[in-house]
């Protein structure tokens, strides 16, 4: 048994390496799909990081009259953390508000001059950040709807800044995206597949002659198949090392491109990272390929 | 040794390769087939190696209808049986040393073994020099050599070939006779098929004729009906 499978493996070996050409064409198509399948593993990250970064900037904004009081904002908080539809609320306070407005505006001298005249004209703020992009909409109904009063029954609330429109747009764009990256992945890992499939049983189909006369000579189906699937772990293993390789030039590319965003993934780390995931990905993904090519290629010619 | 029964075969193109064949062999035996292209004799020994199975009647070897016979039991049937083709079927990525190795290894033997028979066996059919050459740096009656070499080197009960001096030059077509007689007289059977009247006279012993498909002859004295 342990014969067999040394002579089995040694024998994997030397037909990858006699093989020439056609092992080369194997280990080809092989790396493109391993780096097809790695590229698409990489964009996702991207994609993700980039939807979190997106969904990170989009928030409501709350501004309260000037005349409401820190402690009746900070109730509004409260209620407002209260809500399971509510990740998180930050709180600026008046002078917060009135030192931005004028970090914005030091250049207007007619908004500064005006602003020296007059006392504090802003109200405090509040910034919510939902859960999820869907909920938004219901929180600013609900801030709209329940009348926020003071003692006295005057309205806090001054104005709510939210963009309905982006909001939606975002929301729209994620589930396309979503939708369009799952379609365009399986479809592209599809045709690898086929392609890693036809290559690797033109490869056996070369042999298909000398599998009949293995088959003649009294070779059982073991011993014939397990060279070729010996050349299947073989590639599969050279094709995952050289497309895993060939990946970091691409995410260097990427992240060249990519420059102008400023708050971008950092492809390159996040690849260095991920370095052994992906590799043990891809490796695993060539292995499953070839050898299951070559696992179902061989067998249509065992039947002598 | 070897009983056919009444064997016919029809290919799925409705060509019929052997009609209604009985004929024994028995062990130690040198029988050789004859008949002109088209005759049946390919698929007589296909029979033999249960590359084809009878369309009706029966192949036996030793006790065993190899009609019944599995798939999965065809590798341990083969292992009895050398063969040598008139297209040599070398495999192409090995050498002389491995393409006769590889029998042994599919047989299950050991590495000792291996290096002590494939250069007994490559003296005997005399290419003790071509141990590392491919197939394609070989000629055809080196080739030829190689292949009988692998067919011999597990001691098989029987040996068949198949118009194995088909390809090849009469001095090549002689000296390989002469090599199958002499495995002949080791004790091994050797049941071989030819349309060349040479070769007939060269092995002198048991012929059988086929003429589409029928058996049509049986000689014990190597009297030839071409």
Redesign the interface.
């Known amino acids: 048994m342990l014969?067999?499978f040394k002579?089995i493996v040694k024998s994997g070996f030397?037909?990858f390496w006699?093989?020439g050409v056609v092992s080369f064409a194997s280990v080809v198509v092989l790396t493109a799909t391993l780096f097809v399948i790695g590229g698409l593993y990489l964009g996702q990250a991207l994609l993700i990081s980039s939807l979190e970064t997106i969904k990170e900037k989009v928030d409501i904004s709350v501004s309260f009259q000037p005349y409401a009081t820190e402690v009746e904002v900070m109730a509004v908080k409260h209620q407002l953390e209260l809500l399971a539809t509510v990740k998180e609320v930050s709180y600026s306070s008046r002078e917060d508000e009135l030192a931005d407005f004028k970090k914005r505006n030091q250049d207007n001298n007619l908004i500064m001059q005006s602003l020296a005249e007059v006392s504090n004209p802003l109200g405090a703020r509040l910034n919510i950040k939902a859960v999820d992009p869907s909920h938004y909409e219901n929180i600013v109904n609900s801030l709209k709807t329940e009348d926020v009063l003071d003692s006295t029954g005057r309205k806090l609330i001054y104005d709510i800044n939210y963009r309905q429109v982006d909001i939606d747009r975002f929301i729209s764009f994620v589930k396309a995206s979503g939708r369009l990256g799952s379609a365009v992945a399986m479809a592209l890992i599809i045709i690898s597949i086929f392609t890693v499939f036809s290559t690797v049983s033109l490869a056996i189909h070369v042999s298909r002659?000398?599998i009949?006369?293995?088959?003649?000579?009294?070779?059982?189906?073991r011993?014939i198949h397990g060279p070729f699937i010996i050349e299947g772990v073989v590639a599969g293993l050279l094709s995952s090392l050289l497309a895993v390789l060939l990946l970091y030039p691409a995410v260097i590319w990427v992240r060249e491109v990519t420059a102008v965003f400023p708050e971008r993934l950092d492809l390159v780390g996040y690849y260095l990272n991920h370095f052994s995931t992906l590799f043990f990905l891809l490796f695993g993904a060539g292995l499953v390929l070839s050898v299951m090519a070559s696992f179902w290629a061989a067998r249509k010619y065992l039947?002598? | 040794m070897i009983f056919f029964d009444r064997v016919t075969k029809i290919y799925p193109d409705r060509s019929l390769a052997l009609d209604q064949v009985t004929f024994s062999v028995d062990r130690g035996e040198f029988l050789t087939v004859v008949g002109h292209s088209g005759a049946g004799k390919t698929t007589l020994l296909k029979m033999i190696?249960v590359?084809e199975r009878p369309t009706s009647g029966a192949v036996y070897l030793d006790s065993t209808d190899l009609r019944q016979l599995g798939?999965q039991y065809?590798?341990?049937l083969?292992?009895k049986i050398g063969?040598v083709f008139q297209d040599y079927?070398?495999?192409?990525?090995k050498t002389v040393f491995e393409n006769i190795a590889?029998?042994m290894?599919?047989?299950?033997r050991?590495?000792d073994d291996i290096s002590s028979d494939v250069p007994y066996v490559l003296e005997l059919v005399g290419l003790a020099d071509k141990f590392w050459n491919f197939p394609n740096q070989l000629s055809g009656g080196e080739k030829q050599r190689v292949a009988i070499a692998?067919a011999i080197v597990?001691q098989p009960d029987i040996l068949i070939a198949d118009e194995p001096t088909g390809n090849l030059d009469p001095v090549n077509t002689f000296e390989i006779v002469q090599i199958f007689r002499k495995i002949n007289d080791l004790g091994t059977t050797v049941i071989l098929t030819t349309h060349n009247k040479s070769v007939v006279e060269a092995v002198g012993q048991r012929v059988i004729t086929l003429e589409n498909g029928r058996l049509t002859r049986d000689d014990k004295n190597g009297r030839d009906a071409l």
């Open positions: 014969l067999n002579r030397i037909n006699r093989s002659e000398e009949a006369v293995m088959r003649l000579v009294g070779a059982n189906n011993y039947k002598v | 190696l590359e798939r065809l590798h341990r083969r292992r063969s079927r070398l495999l192409p990525n590889f029998t290894e599919a047989a299950g050991a590495d692998r597990n």
